[in-house]
Every structure is written in structure tokens, then in C-alpha cells.
């Protein structure tokens, strides 16, 4: 049995006296009227990849709230009343509140006994309008406002909303809105300066521009969180009564903390996205590996026959499998090995760059002759020989 209290009435029709600020406002308070309506609402989010994220970022701003256990807690609006049952899960008596009677009746349903049956007889339902609420001052320990301040696209109707919230809560509000720092709301605005999609009536906002509303409406923000940092444009803002407090530019700082630091956790993953895969690639071709047939490639190309030998530097890699091959270091070119190998055959030699800029300083570069210039890996390296002399 449905123990909880309901205050609506039977039509589906809000009551045409209640006022509302502008027509923006009043669109968005026709928008769910009618069982149809929010029936089809009730069924579009829940289960969603977007319902599942809400959900979180809510539990996280209660968490940062820091509401106690049996506080009483508004949802307004709480349309089909998606967030009740986490609200009970946190121990709180909650009324749930909206403009739309066929939006309470879905959340009843999906809250009673017919559905998450996580309702007690203290909890209740009502209609209100978000303006206009009709709740005694302070009548509520917190106030969770989720997806409504998106339809209003005039800084004034949010302000006032803002204003009745504070009026009724004496503690903190959880409020959401559509941020304009983010991938998609860019997308979007980019979309429709070409005129590919429709212009949003209602665009998303600036959180400073939010910010300036939250002190006028007599709230201080204690913190942002981002559904997905400037990836989505669903924010939230946890925000409690009072005027903001010590230096504005550290208090907005501190409010910002999270953001910033998930858009320094993005950076950092973008960074490392770009950065691993250069350096698996620059590991595998400088690899001795790979670095040693690009070798006997070139020894097939330029050493005459068997008799040839080809020095190598420390620096080009350890290469002892390789015939014909000897290891060597910059010190120990000079006439004296130059001299002995030219007696039995031509002597290669293969230098990087910074060794080649060595040797020119040398009176030894007079008996070399530049072969060709080759890239092993990542590397520019010089093929020398001593002079032919047959």
C-alpha cells in the first residue's frame, strides 16, 4: 500500500494564474504538461548513458554538500522522479515537487510501491511552481534543482528562480545547467553558424555568467562538477546560502579547484594519447634491431667485396654479428688505423652527425672522402672512406 502523501490535482492543466516572469519561462513549464508528455519523458532518459552520469554527479555534489542523514530535501522538479530513490538512499524525507501533475503521478509511480518503493509516509509529492513555490522560509534543509534552468534563456528568470530556492532552503542547493566550456556545445554553435542545425532558443551560459546570478539570488558556490569536463556541457554548481566570503578571486579559484584539475588530468592523457605512440615508434626503429639490417643494407650497397671493412662508433649500436664489421670510437680514428687497414683493404667508416662536425677539426678527414649520407632510424649517420688509390 501507497503510504506516502500526494497534494496534486486531477488535470492535467497548470493553473492559469500562476505567474510566471517571461514567456520563455511559461514555454518551459508547458513543455511536460499532460499524462502523454511525461510519459514519454519517463520513459526517454532512465537507463541511459546520460541518466547513469546524472545520477553520479549528483551523488557526488550530495556527498560534497555534506547534507545529514534525515534532512528534509526538496526535488524541484523532480519530473519523473528519477532522483528520489538516491535521495532515500541518503536517509533524507524528501518532497517532490513540480508544475507538471502528470510528471508527479509518473514519479510516483516509479517511486510507490509499483515501482523503486523506496517512499515513506513522510515523504509527499506537490505542484509548485519553481517561481512561485508557495513553501514556508526555510522550510527545507537542501534543495536538489536538476535539469529546469536550461530552458530559461534570460539571466533574469534564472536569477529569480535562484531567489525562490534561497527563500525556501536553509541549507545547501544542488543546482544543473548547460556550460558553454565544452566540446559539444562548440560542435553545436559551429553547426549552426553554417546553418546546418537550428539556432538553440535557449544556449548554454558561461559559468561566470552563472556565477554573478548565484551571488545576486544570495548563494555562495562551493564547488563546480562537469558530467564529463568540457566534453559535455551538463555542469552542476553546489552552492550554499550566504553571500560569497574572503577574496572573490580565491573563492572562484577554489570553486573552480575540480575543474581545473580534470582538465589538467584531460591534458595530461592527451598529451600522453600523442606522446606514447611517438615514443613506441621511435623505440622500435631505433631498435638494434632494425638499426642493424638498415646497416647491411648499406654494406651490401658500398663495401666492394669481402675484403672491405666497415668501422662503426658505440653510437650507431652493437652490431658484432654483422661480417666484416669492427667496432670503434671517434678517439681512435687517426693515421695509425687508417694507415694498417689501407696495407689489406678499404676501410669504411660510419659516423653520426655530431661525430662527423668532430672529425672535420681533424687532419685525418684529409684521407677520408664522403660515400653517402644515410638515416638509420631516427638518426642521420655519414659513410666515409679513405681515398681509392688503386
Known amino acids: 500500500m501507497d503510504h506516502h502523501q500526494t497534494d496534486y490535482p486531477d488535470s492535467d492543466k497548470i493553473n492559469l494564474e500562476q505567474q510566471f516572469p517571461s514567456e ?33 554527479c549528483i551523488v557526488k555534489a550530495l556527498k560534497l554538500a555534506g547534507i ?20 532515500k538512499k541518503f536517509g533524507f524525507i524528501v518532497t517532490g515537487a513540480d508544475i507538471s501533475p502528470g510528471m508527479l503521478e509518473q514519479a ?12 515513506d509516509e513522510k515523504d509527499k ?3 509548485a511552481n519553481l517561481f512561485h513555490t508557495g513553501f514556508e522560509d526555510n522550510q527545507f534543509d537542501a534543495v536538489i534543482c536538476h535539469r529546469i534552468l536550461q530552458y530559461f534563456s534570460l539571466s533574469r528568470d534564472r536569477f529569480l528562480a535562484l531567489k525562490e530556492l534561497r527563500r525556501i532552503s536553509s541549507g545547501p542547493l544542488i543546482v544543473s545547467f548547460l556550460c558553454n566550456w565544452s566540446v559539444d556545445a562548440l560542435w553545436r554553435n559551429t553547426l549552426s553558424a553554417l546553418g546546418l542545425v537550428r539556432k538553440r532558443s535557449c544556449p548554454p551560459i558561461s559559468p561566470v555568467t552563472f556565477a554573478k546570478e548565484i551571488h545576486l539570488a544570495g548563494f555562495n558556490i562551493k564547488c563546480w562538477l562537469a558530467m564529463r569536463p568540457f566534453f559535455s556541457r551538463r555542469w552542476y554548481a553546489v552552492l550554499e546560502p550566504g553571500p560569497i566570503t574572503g577574496n572573490r578571486l580565491l573563492s572562484s579559484i577554489s570553486a573552480y579547484r575540480r575543474i581545473i584539475l580534470a582538465a589538467g588530468k584531460i591534458a595530461a592523457i592527451c598529451v600522453l594519447a600523442v606522446m606514447l605512440p611517438l615514443f613506441i615508434y621511435g623505440f622500435i626503429v631505433n ?81 677520408l672522402e664522403f660515400v653517402t649520407q ?17
Open 125 to 127: 509529492f506537490c505542484v
Open 374 to 390: 644515410a638515416k638509420l632510424g631516427t638518426k642521420e649517420f655519414y659513410l666515409l672512406r679513405t681515398h681509392d688509390t688503386d
Open 108 to 119: 510516483r509511480q516509479h517511486t510507490g510501491p509499483e515501482g523503486e518503493n523506496c517512499l
Open 287 to 367: 631498435s638494434d634491431l632494425n638499426r642493424s639490417r638498415q646497416i647491411k643494407n648499406l654494406v651490401m650497397q658500398h663495401l666492394d667485396d669481402g675484403d672491405d671493412v666497415l668501422y662503426i662508433t658505440d653510437s650507431s649500436g652493437n652490431f658484432k654479428l654483422i661480417n666484416n664489421i669492427k667496432l670503434t670510437n671517434i678517439a681512435q680514428i687517426d693515421d695509425d688505423i687508417i694507415s694498417t687497414e689501407k696495407n689489406a683493404m678499404d676501410p669504411f667508416f660510419l659516423l653520426s652527425k655530431r661525430e662527423m662536425q668532430i672529425i672535420r677539426s681533424s687532419p685525418v678527414i684529409a684521407k
Open 68 to 87: 545529514p542523514a534525515g534532512s528534509s530535501v526538496l526535488d524541484c522538479p523532480c519530473g519523473p522522479g528519477r532522483l528520489i530513490p538516491i535521495l
Open 24 to 56: 520563455a519561462a511559461e514555454k518551459a513549464a508547458q513543455q511536460y504538461q499532460g499524462t502523454f508528455k511525461a510519459k514519454a519523458y519517463a520513459l526517454r532518459v532512465p537507463g541511459t548513458g546520460t541518466d547513469r552520469r546524472e545520477k553520479r
